[in-house]
């Protein structure tokens, strides 16, 4: 067997997203503030920066002005489309009513923020981290945890390329690279491979609420210049969504005649025949939805999971040699639908700590100071503050439980905190069986407004080489047949958002067989899966979804 080569580093970090990017700049900018020597990797599993990368998204950019000042004046995309207009609709069937933005809390009303591409600006960033001397190596996945023999992080190791689906080494095999560091960062974004097996060994959310999610399903559209405002910021809620479930949609209008526009469904829905999917296109036949896409053209398509839990789901953040940043952790402002700018500012809070780790001439212990800052800092008060809001929504239902959550929000924001912090439950349990759940009819797609998981997956440029191991494995092969379908009706069919699952056969010679080749990493297979069967891991390098603009 080919012995593995391995490099050292200061920092080595997992994921070239906005956590992962802010992390390297910020350990860059101080070791040039103190004249000295940090060398600083970063990993990236996408065939590029940026590749895996899909939000909305609207941007806060507090924490990008903390980091490059001048941003705005320096070439970075975002800077082009600052939010002009901000509108909340409650959707029925056919028609919607308003919200009026003067009873909101201020935070919800989008001032001073600004619509684009996330993908985009991790590029710009990764171009900023390189200009400081960052190595990045996209088409890189980190496959493997290394640890010293005292337990601690040690580092980890890239998949090996090369490896037959039958685990044999065909003829361009390379073994995978150990790349050795003083500190580990993981952002590898919501429910990453190698954070969950992280979170497990250290125990690090055994004093927090269990993580829970959604699925946000996007699209980019090409509009008719009549129907474009650059700027204008849509959100829903309601329809098309019935009882035991909960989510809502986006529409921005961004640069260059597009729109992009998605539906996010939380994966607490309870009626195993839901497909968020289907619901994101039958989304899109609302009146007032439809009447802005009229004449235009579909030209992107993704998919990700989003960590909805919130502050009381964040874990401990620190690990003997390890760092958890970014969407890792779960910083994301529910209410806000943001939540770029507190994994930026999550990155930056745990380089600081480990520069000064670094400097002190210590190495693979707790950075205690990350955590400290964390609880000192505006993301902590930020998330306190609406801590509550999707607990109250989850419980009471769209109207009520909005209604509620107002009431936190304004309450939290003057100064009256409740006295309690409200729980989570696993977004796979609490499932209905097949047998007393709805059956649901979707409309079939008209190819012009509305479309299928396939053709919708081409637009993705989803890719993987078809000789490898398959990515989605099953602890037990024979749950999927003989319990999840008869129970369940096999829900994988529906909650995944690229047709990799699917019941083949008829009578007595069904099977589960799984696409892996049209896996858009989104990780909802993972979270949602009745009785956690299928696990997510990495697959090769490079391989996965391709987006240009997301």
Not at 268 to 294: C, G, V
Request: aromatic share 10%; proline share 7%.
């Amino acid at each position: 067997m080919s012995e593995r080569e391995s490099m050292p580093y200061d920092v080595v970090i997992v994921g070239a997203g906005p956590a992962g990017l802010s992390a390297a700049i910020r350990l860059k900018q101080l070791a040039t503030e103190a004249g000295s020597e940090l060398s600083v990797c970063i990993l990236e599993k996408g065939s590029e920066v940026g590749a895996h990368i899909l939000s909305g998204a609207v941007i806060d950019p507090k924490a990008l002005d903390e980091l490059l000042p001048s941003w705005r004046e320096d070439g970075c995309p975002l800077a082009s489309t600052p939010v002009t207009e901000n509108h909340h609709w409650v959707l029925s069937e056919k028609g919607k009513s308003g919200y009026p933005e003067f009873i909101t809390p201020p935070f919800l009303h989008n001032k001073g923020t600004y619509t684009g591409s996330l993908g985009n600006l991790c590029r710009w960033l990764a171009g900023k981290a390189e200009e400081l001397g960052v190595e990045i190596f996209p088409g890189f996945a980190a496959a493997e945890i290394l640890y010293h023999d005292n337990g601690s992080v040690k580092g980890v190791a890239t998949g090996d390329m090369g490896v037959a689906r039958d685990g044999e080494h065909k003829g361009d095999y390379q073994p995978g690279l150990e790349l050795h560091a003083k500190y580990t960062f993981f952002a590898e974004g919501c429910r990453g491979h190698l954070t969950k097996q992280l979170i497990r060994n250290f125990e690090l959310d055994k004093d927090s609420q269990p993580q829970i999610y959604g699925i946000g399903i996007k699209e980019l559209w090409d509009i008719d210049p009549a129907n474009h405002v650059p700027g204008r910021v849509i959100h829903t809620q309601g329809w098309p969504l019935t009882d035991g479930a909960n989510g809502g949609g986006f529409l921005y209008h961004q640069a260059d005649g597009q729109v992009a526009l998605g539906f996010v469904t939380w994966l607490n829905y309870k009626n195993p025949y839901l497909s968020p999917f289907q619901e994101m296109q039958r989304w899109k036949t609302h009146p007032e939805i439809a009447a802005i896409l009229k004449g235009a053209k579909r030209v992107s398509y993704g998919a990700r999971a989003i960590s909805d839990g919130g502050w009381q789901s964040v874990p401990k953040l620190v690990a003997p040699g390890a760092a958890l940043i970014g969407d890792a952790a779960g910083f994301l402002n529910v209410p806000r639908i943001k939540g770029t700018h507190t994994s930026m500012k999550s990155g930056m809070m745990a380089a600081e700590a480990a520069f000064a780790a670094v400097g002190a001439g210590r190495e693979a212990d707790e950075l205690a100071a990350y955590p400290e800052a964390y609880e000192k800092s505006w993301v902590y008060k930020e998330l306190r503050g609406v801590r509550n809001v999707a607990p109250l929504v989850k419980k009471f239902g769209d109207t009520w439980g909005t209604m509620l959550a107002g009431v936190a929000m304004w309450s939290e924001l003057l100064g009256i905190r409740w006295p309690f912090t409200m729980k989570h439950k696993p977004d796979n349990e609490g499932m209905w069986h097949a047998s007393v759940a709805p059956k649901i009819d979707y409309p079939k797609p008209d190819g012009v407004l509305t479309f299928d998981r396939l053709s919708s997956v081409f637009l993705s440029n989803t890719n993987h080489e078809e000789d490898q191991p398959v990515h989605l494995t099953l602890k037990d092969p024979e749950i999927p047949i003989g319990y999840n379908l008869p129970v369940y009706a096999e829900p994988a069919q529906r909650y995944c958002p690229a047709g990799v699952y699917e019941v083949v056969g008829e009578g007595d010679d069904l099977r589960f067989q799984i696409n892996a080749q049209n896996c858009v990493h989104c990780k909802t297979c993972d979270i949602k899966d009745p009785t956690q069967n299928i696990n997510w891991v990495v697959p090769e390098g490079g391989g996965g979804p391709n987006y240009p603009n997301m």
